[in-house]
């Protein structure tokens, strides 16, 4: 006795069944390994563009005199280190505009990540299809500005000024869509302050602040 065939169109359906839990099985296991891999390429990617930008059309034209007021006295002595408000607001309205420009042509391009290399095999990294991800700037650019001052020989001190910039980019690989935060540091101008250094300095806000407590001059 033979046993009883099944209809074609039921062979036909199991099998699709078969394939698609096949193919779900396959993009749950390097979904979340393509998404990470892709996050990690869109950051570098977004940091590289930001500070070549920056750098580019941005730092080379600032002198650290343009940004701020060393005050002396009678005697020669720095008695406030007071920031130029308005040529700073210049600058950071300046880098936002860059800052979006370089994130908006970076999202006319594309990057490919080896089918391989999502696997976490060194030997298969750059084998296998090509999976295209895109990005794209959303949201605003965040642009601050960051003192420090630091200790430079004896009697020296070393005014560092720096532009923290974040804003995110959203990577869209097949079937999934994320929002990566893109960060970056950016060093704009310096100065060595030869004397002895006020306690206080005057940021953005005209408010008096005090120095780094390392580089306040020590009582005898």
């Known amino acids: 006795m033979y046993g009883r065939r099944w ?18 099985l396959i993009d749950i296991s ?19 563009s930001i500070n070549s930008a ?9 002198e650290y005199q343009d940004l701020i ?3 002396k ?18 600058l950071m309205a300046r880098t936002v ?10 999202g006319e391009r594309a990057f490919d990540i080896p089918l391989g290399q999502v696997f976490g095999s060194s030997f298969l990294a750059g084998y296998g299809p090509k999976i295209r991800v895109r990005m794209f700037p959303v949201g605003t650019v965040d642009v601050n500005v960051i003192n420090k001052f630091e200790s430079a020989g004896i ?3 070393r005014h560092l000024i720096y532009l923290k910039i974040t804003s995110k980019m959203r990577i869209a690989v097949p079937f999934v869509g994320e929002e990566v ?4 540091t950016v060093p704009v101008a310096e100065n060595i302050i030869i004397g002895t250094v006020p306690e206080t300095y005057v940021n953005l806000s005209n408010q008096a602040l005090p120095l780094y407590p390392a580089l306040q001059p020590k009582s005898h």
């Open 54 to 62: 920056i750098n580019t059309r941005v730092v080379n034209e600032i």
């Open 97 to 106: 505009l860059e800052v979006e420009d370089s994130l908006e042509k970076l």
């Open 155 to 157: 009697n020296q001190t």
């Open 181 to 184: 935060r893109v960060a970056t």
């Open 30 to 48: 390097i979904t979340p390994s393509l998404v990470e891999i892709a996050r990690a390429r869109a950051q570098l990617e977004g940091v590289r």
């Open 7 to 24: 209809p074609g169109g039921l062979k036909v359906l199991v099998l699709v069944g078969l394939i698609v839990l096949l193919v779900r």
């Open 69 to 71: 007021c060393v005050h």
């Open 73 to 90: 006295d009678d005697r020669g002595q720095i008695v406030l280190i007071q920031p130029n408000t308005v040529k700073i607001n210049r």
